[in-house]
């Protein structure tokens, strides 16, 4: 029990301690897992990798169906996640660029609007971020739905009323003919 007072063999013994432990502990939960669900019928691995999704995919820079395997999927994910994040770089560099030269060029309405955004956006989360642009943009109306069409379709109305009026014996008139493409 000498070796024992030696610093080195003992802080070698505590980590392999340490080490066997943990490994212990892992194979006993594999154990017990496989135990479990082999008891429910269930089976683990990769297997599931080749059977068909049944689902599509939103968004794809590749053809996709439901049919196609799951390892399909994931590298059709990994894809886009990587074209993406190109796609998401360059944008960001130029907008970067381009406050940039903003904030130091000598036209006050660009340093402003440039550090107007700079200082909007520099200690806001990323997270928060997206949060607010995807809560803004979930609640834009549909084209047909825009205020500017409900606008356009006040300000016609009466004048295609009037064009209606005028032409009692059943003629079209070019300007009458818009009330057929207006949604109703």
């Known amino acids: 029990m000498t070796f024992l007072r030696n610093r080195r063999v003992r802080s070698a013994v505590y980590q392999g301690l340490y080490v066997g432990g943990l490994v212990s502990l892992i194979i006993v939960a594999l154990v017990t897992a496989h135990h479990n669900l082999t008891s429910q019928g269930i089976t683990s691995g990769f297997g599931f990798l080749w059977r068909s999704t049944g689902w599509e995919m939103g968004f794809s820079l590749l053809p996709t169906s439901a049919n196609d395997p799951y390892w ?91 064009g209606d009026a005028v032409c009692q014996r059943g003629e079209r008139q070019p300007f009458t003919l818009m009330r057929d493409f207006r949604t109703p």
């Open 72 to 162: 399909y999927f994931l590298a059709v994910g990994f894809l886009n996640t990587i074209v993406i994040g190109v796609v998401s770089l360059v944008l960001a560099s130029l907008i970067g660029a381009v406050v940039g030269v903003a904030r130091i060029s000598d036209n006050l309405a660009a340093q402003f609007v440039s550090t107007l955004y700079v200082e909007l956006f520099r200690n806001i989360p990323l997270i928060v971020q997206l949060f607010f642009w995807y809560s803004l943009f979930g609640r834009i109306p549909a084209p047909r739905q825009a205020v500017v069409q409900r606008l356009l379709d006040q300000i016609a109305d009466p004048a295609l009323r009037i």
